[in-house]
Every structure is written in C-alpha cells, then in structure tokens.
C-alpha cells in the first residue's frame, strides 16, 4: 500500500524458523534468524540487530513496525534521531491485558513506548476502543485497517450461488492454523454422529496431531495439506460450502478472541461461504447483523455438534444468497490504502 502510494519504502525482516511469509517484492535486509517460543536467544538476536537497524533508520523519515515487539526495537534503534514511529497491531497478548503486577509493569513500558509513537494501526476497532484508548492513560492516534483481501473481484464471480438440494451434504472447512482442539472435538462429533449430511475439509498447518488424526481417519474428512495464502485460496474454498471460523468457549481473560478480526471471515466473505463463529466476537456481530451464518453459544462438543446438525438446506442457501450480495468493501480494499497514505501524511504536516 505504501509503495502503491509513491513512498520509497525500505524492508527490514528477521527470518523465523519453521514459517513461510509471503513472498516480498522488493529488496530487504534480513536482521537475524529468530525462533518460536524461544525468547531468551530473541532477545540476544533482537539487541544485536540494533546497530544494523540504526543504520536503516537513519536513513527515513518513519519507521512503520509490525507488532507491539518490533515497534520496542525500532524506538530503541531510533533514539534521538526524531522519526516518526507507526505501529501495526493485529492481535493482544494475555500479558497486555493481566490485572496482576506483571500486566501492570508491562503496560506502563508498553505506555513509554506508545508516547514515542505517533500512529498505531490495527485490524480490529475493538483493539483501539477497549485497549488503547481503555487500558493506556495515553490516548494514542489510530488508524483501523482491517484484514480486508488484496484480490481481484473478478476472482469471485467463479463462485456463482448454487441452490443446495434438500439432503445433500454440507462440507464445512476449517483453513489455516488448526490449532484448536475444543473446534477439532466438535468437527469430529459432527461427522461421526451425522456424516451423512455433514463432510469436513481441513487445510493448513496441523498442530494438534493426534485429534488430527482422529478426525482425518473418519468416512466423511479429507486433508488437503499446506496452502499458500492468496495463491491457493480459490482451490480450497472450492471444495467446501461453509467455513469454520469458531474459537473454543471463551475464558475470562480472552479478550484478544473477543476483539479480534481474523482472516478467515474475510475470505468466507469474498468467496460467498458462510461462515461459523463464536458469539460475543467481532465476527458474530457482523454474521448476526449481515444473516451470512450460524452463531455458537455451546462449550460441550457433543451439545454443539448437535445443534450445528439442526441446520437445514434452507438455512444454508438463506446465507448464501446473504453472502453473495454483500458490498464488496466489506471484505476488499478499496480506499484505505488512500487513508493510510493521508493519515501518514498528516503526521508530517
């Protein structure tokens, strides 16, 4: 977005272990290799990188980080030299908002740097009204950009409404990072108990292996591997009718599911898939406001699936039809690659 608008931009990155980001179409400079879950070599990786990205800084006008922890690096890098500083935020961590001692001290760091900042940009606007402007005495500028697809329309005009029959199956997908085994629970009690109106079609990367194998060693189940996200979207949304995009049963402190917009609700969107969510999230407001899905209060897998198995060929083709006739800037960019660059600018007037 910032080259499209006539910035020169310049890419720092760290390389991550075992992750495979999308491709980068410009020149970059690698600062270090940094590994998940391993914070005490991150560190070490993240102080020696300071030089290196004190020389880049030196040379621009602003530095634009991504992540609360790369915007810590980049103030550091650019102490005393006087520029700008935007943050982009797309998720809260546990930490950020803990009521003990610890949550405490690290909000009041978190607030030293975010004085220093002059912009934070965030996927969700929950994360600028209840946390930033909530949680932070400092009422920093924000900038709501969510996690709208940079994909041509033309792309969906391929997935044309198609009226489900009264008894075909419903395939329903689950795309991404399967890591939640209370969503994989459910999945399985669905095909196990009504596999004859119900298919699952998981995609991405597994985390939980043996719930994995559990479900995929069922009639009804298919896994289709890694894909590249956008590349390979159009071929996995193809095979399915509806899309998984429930979290587990919330706990107290899971504001961050709360306040979250994710991916696939977008995509679900673009493809005209409907879409299962949790109630009380960002998402099921929309589902609920839009009627594009089916909303889930339950925590018992069994209850749930039980439920899900309750809904009809009608309802399905209710919300298809809903999805499809959506306005398209409700899942595309359209103008804020425009906003970005005004707002950006503004910070220089």
């Not at 931009?9 to 760290?14: I, K, L, N, R, S």
């Not at 400079?29 to 800084?57: C, E, M």
């Not at 980049?74 to 943050?87: D, E, M, P, R, W």
Request: charged share 25%; with cysteine; hydrophobic share 40%.
């Amino acid at each position: 977005m910032l080259q499209k608008n006539g910035y020169n931009v310049e890419v720092a990155v760290f390389d991550r272990d075992n992750y495979k980001p999308r491709e980068i179409h410009t020149a970059y400079t690698v600062l270090g290799n940094i590994s998940h879950g391993d914070y005490g070599r991150r560190l070490r990786v993240f102080l020696q990188a300071i030089p290196k990205l004190r020389r880049l800084v030196k040379q621009n006008d602003l530095v634009y980080s991504s992540g609360l922890d790369m915007l810590f690096l980049s103030v550091i890098s650019s102490l005393f030299l006087k520029k700008k500083q935007v943050v982009e935020v797309g998720d809260i961590r546990e930490i950020q908002v803990d009521k003990s001692w610890k949550g405490k001290i690290y909000r009041k760091i978190e607030n030293w740097f975010l004085k220093r900042t002059h912009l934070v940009v965030v996927t969700s606007s929950a994360f600028l009204s209840e946390y930033f402007h909530g949680y932070h005495s400092y009422k920093i500028k924000g900038l709501v950009l969510e996690n709208k697809l940079d994909m041509d329309l033309s792309i969906r005009e391929t997935f044309l409404p198609q009226q489900k029959p009264v008894g075909e199956k419903i395939r329903i997908g689950y795309f991404g990072l399967l890591r939640c085994k209370w969503s994989l629970k459910v999945l399985t009690q669905l095909v196990k108990n009504y596999g004859d109106r119900f298919e699952v079609v998981l995609a991405g990367l597994i985390t939980h292996q043996n719930e994995h194998d559990e479900i995929v060693a069922l009639d009804n189940t298919s896994y289709l591997g890694l894909y590249k996200s956008p590349d390979d979207l159009s071929a996995i949304y193809a095979n399915v009718d509806m899309i998984w995009a429930c979290y587990q049963p919330f706990e107290e402190n899971d504001y961050n599911l709360r306040w979250a917009r994710p991916n696939r609700f977008y995509e679900s969107c673009f493809f005209g898939k409907p879409l299962f969510t949790r109630n009380g999230c960002q998402d099921a407001f929309e589902v609920k406001k839009l009627n594009i899905g089916y909303l889930i209060d339950d925590s018992d897998p069994e209850i749930t699936s039980g439920k899900i198995a309750t809904i009809t060929n009608d309802n399905f083709n209710i919300w298809q039809n809903n999805i499809l006739s959506l306005p398209p800037d409700i899942f595309v960019y359209t103008r804020e690659d425009l906003e970005l660059k005004e707002t950006i600018d503004h910070l220089f007037n």
